[in-house]
Nanobody
């Protein structure tokens, strides 16, 4: 089970840190991705981190503003979001998978999903 937290309402330019916590002790062996979905839009890739913790990927729209990290001792993955913009408003989901050869940027590659946390950025 994956549980996201840390969402909320913030003004443009502000910051939030999302957390994704897992109960599985094997969580450290999974790749973890963050996705987001705004009303009326497709779910889109935001960032991913492989089990190595040193390999990360970001979508172009968040590069330089969002940072993904993980603490395997705490079975948690984080998404630090800085310089937030109104267009970042969405429900944010974390997901986990053994990717194998699958794409880290495709939601279809992930097997386990959290329930989502709302992020709202006001202008």
């Amino acid at each position: 089970e994956l549980v996201e937290s840390g969402g909320g309402l913030v003004q443009a330019g502000g910051s939030l840190r999302l957390s994704c916590a897992a109960s599985e002790r094997t969580f450290s062996t999974y790749a973890v991705g963050w996705f987001r979905q705004a009303p009326g839009k497709e779910r889109e890739f935001v960032a991913a981190i492989l089990r190595s913790s040193t390999t990360t990927y970001n979508a172009g729209s968040v590069k330089g503003r969002f940072t993904i990290s993980r603490d395997n001792d705490k079975n948690a993955v984080y998404l630090q979001m800085n310089s937030l913009k109104p267009e970042d408003t969405a429900v944010y989901y974390c997901a986990a998978a053994f990717l194998g050869g699958r794409s880290f940027a495709s939601s279809r590659s992930y097997d386990y999903w959290g329930q989502g946390t709302q992020v709202t950025v006001s202008s």
